[in-house]
């Protein structure tokens, strides 16, 4: 059983917290919003109960692996990235590619048309045993695609064309596209994103699970947390705690003015969870008008950088704590110094002790100084925990587009921009 | 000559910009918070024109790097890490710590109190080779000491006490503190980081050009481009553009009710500039209920994520771009699948241009649509260009601080939280 908790007694118990009034008025809304999302599922909350993509997945990842592969260059930004790096972040060792005992290949993640970035990962990758992932739903996004075509001629170059199609994969939408059209010419692998799908929510298609099952993790374990989570929200409709966020961060936005919404994990290892929500918030519900703005930190770290401004700066916040009870490693601090009070005292704890004694810490501060805040607490940093709390977020965040009125599944602010690079780039008919 | 402009034009030419008006009112407090900036300099403004940290920190390297060393660990969190990861993001090789190749040893942060990134490390250092820089000013930093104490452990059992001794630096205030204590009992090498300067603002101090100089950087270089800057404002004033963004900023906060300040590199080496950046905004100016959110993103990645929300959702943000103008690499992108328009408009372009005009596309968009943006552009990312922009924006960070009417350099908000970790882990007197 996953083991996932949220608490937002100190959303409610501060001053300007929300009360009885503000949630009983909201609750007709959230609850029809809720009702809309289980009456008439949208395609990420059908993913947790279907296996077809996990088999394709894994069985895929078993030929990577069993191929002597040294490399798994994933290309693909904002959806198409956060997610599989997310998992990554969260259940791989953290020098995965320096590590000589690593589960399966080297993960190198090309995302921005930089070129500082694929040229590295082009100096470490060896051509020899390098597969490639080539991740667009569209099958045309720009970055993904120039990214794509200069590995291409690495590739090719190396290993001639029949080298480099035996060893690209192409995911994306299965009835359409310009990658699909290249993956039939060229007789690439495929993969399928769902078409009801978008790339924000589709860590638990093949975009997550094929990277996920490259390392050697668990994705069925991702699935199973996640179904547990639809499980318990049909169950609980808009009592479950998820869906109970909705409605707090949507009324802390719009009826307390706090616009910012931080998340704030207490492990490096979720660091890359933050920046998937951060996407999945934002691109959901920022448009009409409308939209809080989530922004990532890390504890202990960010006490040395932001908290001063969350304790003193203005009430315009709401932070988010995700605490994990038991950390995957810990080290004893040996005891030294008896004699100096600034450091003999830490000796005899341990580096997870004290990582969640200030943990608590910085809650306790923040709720004394009045500072709204909720935490988000994972009996451990693994799969099936994971896998919930993705499926929560997004649940929580399709509701939130019920609250706020938007489309919490289309992105119409980013077609300017494109429209302005594609002409200048001489795409034909722009 | 450092190559840094700054660009405020979309600030005021979008509906509801900052005017003549406004600009004007300000000007005789911006007046006076360069005057006294400049009469009476705080400490970070005296570090371009000091050469003995460069000095010695540049001896200490040498020395490092003549040893042989395989692993340079920096042990240090917010202030005493961010200016540091901030100039080995920027200007070292991605893979650093995996390039065969590399310049001086491989690198590692030890920021948070996590242990499975103190862990990753050791796994991945040889006690043979491993120097340990201990930074914290106070010399009381529970985090820092905490894993200072871990690692003191592992090269003891490895090497014995004068091994541990001979490869340990302790970069700390050099007239009081714990960390002061410890190295004259224990014979370690000291760099002293100058009581006038805090955290945030040290980056010029040993704390960023001890690590710098480890893998061959130019720290002179740094000091070189911030001096310019310094000689800039001394000759331009409240007319210096790193001044006039103090106000530009202040203003669309406090008269425009614009919250959320983004920096936004396009690039992805400036990832941890922006990160720096944050911490010296935040914790200078959150403070008295006032102080805008730094947030930070990177182009074009956060196209994929956040840009929805910077185009269409609420009025409450100013984006500073910070763009590059030759990048470091290039990649040209092959040509391919002519007939496909959707990917043959790519080929023959190549991944800096993309970057660049997807850059432009974005300040395009978002002042179209009436968002209000800035931008820094750096003709390169290199020493002399990152420190000059470091000394600026610390510079109209401290001038921030007077137009808003609080001490940018305390963090009184931070106190809270350490008593409660420090009772709660038997520190005495706590």
Redesign the interface.
Known sequence: MAEVTFDYLNLREVEGGLGKEDLDGIQPRLKEAVDGLLGDPPGFMRLPKTREYAEASSGLADEIRGSGATDFVHVG???S??GPMAVHRALN???H???SGRRGPRVHFA???????????L??ADPAGTWVNVVTKS?????T???F??I??FLVDALGSFGYQGRTIATTDPEKG?LK??SEREDLRVLPIPADVG?RFSVLTPVGLLPAAVTGLDVNALLTGAAQCVDEVREQGAEHPAVVGAAMHYLMDTARGR??RVMMPY???LERLA?WF??LW??S???????S?P?GA????D???????????????VIEIVEVQE????????K??DD????G???G????E??N??C???R??LT??GRPNSTIKLGAVNEENLGYLFQALEIQTAASGALYGVNAFD????E???E???K??????H
Do not use: C, W
């Not at 099958?139 to 970055?143: K, L, Q, R």
């Not at 006490?303 to 916040?317: A, C, F, I, N, R």
């Not at 992105?411 to 980013?414: F, H, L, T």
């Open positions: 930004i904002g959806g990235a956060l060792h953290p020098y590619n320096a590590l995302e921005n048309t930089d070129p500082a970035t694929l040229s590295a990962i100096d470490v099958g045309s996004t720009a970055e695609m120039a990214n075509l200069v291409r001629g310009f059209e290249i790339g616009n910012v492990a490096d290892s920046a951060v996407q934002a691109e519900l920022g448009k009409d008008g409308k939209g703005t922004h890390v504890g202990t770290t006490q040395h950088s932001q908290v001063q401004l969350y304790m003193e700066g203005p009430q315009d916040k950390h995957p490693r810990d080290l004893p601090i040996p030294a110094y100096l009070e600034g450091v005292y830490l000796g704890h341990t580096m997870a004290l990582l004694v200030e608590d810490a910085t306790k501060a004394e100084a992105q119409p602010g980013v300017a921009g494109k302005i690079t594609y200048r780039m001489g795409r034909p008919g």
